[in-house]
């Protein structure tokens, strides 16, 4: 094994813009499914289909949690700036 390859293996594979952008896909995915849970209802006996089926919930929220996975997805296979050479 080359003392490249020693060195890259001692690094570990992922730098902290690495983490920051895991990080940043974790929080869209936390608002993400926030925004899909929704509100309580004021009178659980009584369906408002206005509340279930709200632009927030319906579109919103997937797409948010959908972006969430992509940013996870880029961090992960973002290779570290010190190893782009």
Same mark, same amino acid.
């Given at each position: 094994m080359s003392t490249d390859k020693k060195? #890259?293996?001692s690094k570990g594979l992922f730098n902290k813009q690495n983490y920051l952008l895991m990080l940043a896909g974790l929080?869209?995915? @936390?608002i993400g499914f926030f925004l899909? #849970?929704?509100?309580?209802? @004021?009178?659980p006996k009584i369906f408002n289909d206005n509340d279930v089926y709200s632009t927030t919930r319906i579109t919103?929220?997937?797409?948010?949690?959908? #972006?969430?996975?992509?940013i996870?997805?880029? #961090?992960?296979?973002?290779?570290p700036a010190d190893s782009q050479k």
């Open positions: 060195q #890259a293996i929080v869209v995915l @936390a899909m #849970a929704g509100g309580k209802s @004021a009178d919103i929220a997937p797409l948010m949690i959908i #972006a969430g996975f992509i996870e997805i880029f #961090a992960i296979m973002k290779k």
